[in-house]
């Protein structure tokens, strides 16, 4: 491994799942086509896309929880092998995921301490009383739950939201992960502690130059915390880059689509009716995995779809500053045309 080598690395996965209708007929759910991305070393990579767009599931695929269809994980260069769709269980010390619900994330009917204990033991063998005890306080300190004796007591229910979240994170923490995918990991919480929970995050990438990926809908939370950005649509990647780049001036129209419809006072709503006046909420419907539209997948809702948008996928096109998009409108045929 060189020092540029990706902590954790896509490389063109794709997750496709068979499913069955109530008369028994067979379908191919495509959730996730030729998805690739690198994480470093104390940079956080924001996933963005609606309900649907594939971004859970790819989350699932590098936790280890789903084998990839085709394509590979890489961790520090190694490519990961699964048996039975397993992954070895040193594979969670290194890659640790914390899901959107805290709630459903902690045994219930176990103390904070318990549920901060059994990562310690299990992946560090800590023993003794007094070992796990300093390590509890220790990792509850580092959220910010002091002092640690007021909550390592509790069960899950006697907290709020927010006191729950970071006690996930704490969990994930005592596994000493060099990677932590957050999934959603503030929507569910009341939006006057989300910009807490953002900064409790930002601050451990720094102290521990976690790599983190950030998998939200919400562009605005991806621009605060995030160095690059990846835009998902209909199970594909659509666009890619710096953030400021790619949120001030993006290149695909879904993702401009995202950018005009994040809460924004300064801006209004004066893009968003422009481009997408159908839609009473901007985002209309996103199409079907099963049967997804020929060609580029977000043709049917494209306000400016040409007769090649129709047929033909828009490949890849590498861009000035690291940017990249999979847009007909950037790709250089048609822009000589
Ligand atoms: Fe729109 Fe065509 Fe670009 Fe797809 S490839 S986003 S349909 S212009």
Redesign the pocket.
Known sequence: MTATTPVLSAVDVTKHFTVRSAVGARSVVRAVEGASLDLHRGRVVALVGESGSGKTTLARVLAGFYAPTSGEVALEGVPVRQRRGRVERGYHKDVQIVFQDPFGSLNPLHRVRHNLERPLRLHHGVRGRAELDRRVRELLERVALTPAEQYADKFPHELSGGQRQRVVIARALAVEPKVLLGDEPVSMLDVSIRLEMLNLLDRLRAEDGLALLYITHDIAGARYLCDEVVVMYAGEM?EGGPKEQVIADPL???TRLLVDSSPDPGRGARDRERLFDADADGLGEPPSLIDPPS??R??PR?P???D??RTQA?PRTDLADGRWT????HHPTQETE
């Open positions: 659509v695909h129209p879904y060609g580029c977000f043709h494209c400016f779809a040409m090649v948008c828009p999979r847009c007909w409108l």
